[in-house]
Nanobody, 125 residues
Framework: QVQLVESGGRLVQAGGSLRLSCVAS????????MGWFRQAPGKERQFVAA????????RYVDSVKGRFTISRDNGMNTVYLQMNSLKPEDTATYYC??????????????????WGQGTQVTVSS
């Protein structure tokens, strides 16, 4: 059974940077497409970024394009979300997710079957 554990969230000032990590433990397969989502209080969960199993194809929500970068290290079973030029509206709990039953890049939340517990990112103005 695969488990996902996120880390790296904390309080940061606007304009700052953070790197979130998501480590997959247990019986792991390196080709899982992975994604990052976020949910702010009182709001629906939002897609942020996704990467396919190879790491060559990525997708981002428009609001983070040019600021966030998703990447993966399959040897380390880890997916990263580098977040630069952070804004207060980026404040949310960030979740990583894995899609075990496909190899293609997945954008929709319902396409993922494994989720981490989340890590809190707070951006102060």
């Amino acid at each position: 059974q695969v488990q996902l554990v996120e880390s790296g969230g904390r309080l940061v000032q606007a304009g700052g940077s953070l790197r979130l990590s998501c480590v997959a433990s247990g019986r792991t397969y390196r080709s899982y497409p992975m994604g990052w989502f976020r949910q702010a209080p009182g709001k629906e969960r939002q897609f942020v970024a996704a990467v396919d199993g190879s790491g060559r194809n990525t997708r981002y929500v428009d609001s983070v394009k040019g600021r966030f970068t998703i990447s993966r290290d399959n040897g380390m079973n880890t997916v990263y979300l580098q977040m630069n030029s952070l804004k207060p509206e980026d404040t949310a709990t960030y979740y990583c997710a894995a899609a075990q039953f496909t190899t293609a890049l997945v954008v929709a939340g319902q396409g993922y079957n494994l989720w981490g517990q989340g890590t809190q990112v707070t951006v102060s103005s």
